[in-house]
């Protein structure tokens, strides 16, 4: 690609030379400039979960221990793509380290059903094929990412469920764990918050189901997206859903276009939040439609989707998200999402709050 990026500059050059001699620049030298430009760059997003996030709630060791999490999972997507590894390597190995950790609500610290059990879901996308994998109510699968990214790769298939995808995970070699490994007492002790509040579940109205204790409580969910140097996107999430769920809920983590998406026309998004409301606003492929369809950018249409769509459903939650040229969105109606971007110039930010 260098190469041919030197070919056709020296071309325009000789070309442009003749013509040029009054004005320093021509449209199609602009042209060349703005592809130089974007040649070779990339970047990453991501984010840790969003959800009534107050800094007057957060002890200065929790905040800082969220921020070196935050610092650390970004860099390792950093570096992978800086040496030249894909977006979909960076993704996969960025959520791998936020679903080790027991502060995020995925892989280690997965919240607990209403039955006091683990239920993990993910998903992963391709920018550059529109392949996809995801998984869904796993509770033995320690990485659920990399199980969604072996669905993606080395199935017929784009989602797996429960035992068959447990199945498959054993079959892929994939790392499994005993349940336990994802029982953390903060978690429980939130559990049994919501479960000991009055008519916490009323099975007719989800409304009622998601009260102020269950809406109030951060979620936690992880996603990244990434743009590599050969200018593919991809994203990924990994959750464990929503405390207290029951009944085998899954939520949009798994859904592809609610979730998670990726096209390299466009951009790579990943969600968090109240699920049932991003599975109805299909809000990660919303965000891509209305770049395609509109001519709008990322930012526009990230703002247009979270702050106007989904906050009139009455959803509550965020997105990360970077398009084709590197540009980051970082979008949410809560008062919080952890959240982190790096580019390629070695530019790094962190954020919790609403600033
Ligand atoms: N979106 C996830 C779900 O509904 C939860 C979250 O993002 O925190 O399962």
Known sequence: MNRVLIFISFALFFACKEQSKETAKTPIVDV?????????????????????????????????????????????????????????EAVEKTINILENSPLFNAGKGAVFTYDETNELDASI????????????????????????????????????????????????????????????EDRLKLLRKIKDKPNHVDAKSATSFYDPVIKDSKFGTVGCAA????????????????????WNRIGDSPIIGAGTYANNTTCAVSSTGWGEYFIRGMVA?????????????????????????????????????????????????TAGMYRATMNANDELTIGIYKE
């Open 285 to 333: 492929y919303d965000i891509s439609a209305m770049m395609e369809y509109k001519g709008i950018s990322l930012q526009e249409a990230s703002q247009e989707v979270i702050q106007k769509k989904l906050t009139a459903l009455g959803g509550t939650g965020g997105i990360v998200a970077i398009d084709n040229k590197g540009n980051v969105s970082m979008e949410f109606n």
């Open 227 to 246: 743009l590599d140097k050969y200018g593919n996107l991809a994203a990924g999430t990994s959750t464990g859903g929503m405390s207290a769920k029951k």
């Open 32 to 88: 060349v400039e703005e592809l130089s430009k974007t040649e070779n760059t990339f970047g990453i997003v991501i984010h840790g979960g969003a959800g009534t996030i107050l800094k007057k709630n957060m002890t200065a060791e929790k905040e800082a221990a969220y921020k070196t999490k935050l610092e650390e999972a970004i860099k390792v997507g950093h570096t992978i793509l800086k040496n030249g590894g894909t977006s979909l």
């Open 125 to 184: 996308m391709d920018g550059s094929t529109l392949n996809a994998g995801a998984v869904a109510g796993v509770s033995t699968v320690k990485n659920p990412i990399n199980l969604a990214r072996e669905v993606m790769l080395n199935s017929p298939h784009v989602m797996l469920s429960g035992k068959g995808a447990e199945q498959f995970a054993k079959e892929r070699s994939v790392e499994l764990v005993d349940p336990s490994y994802f029982h953390t």
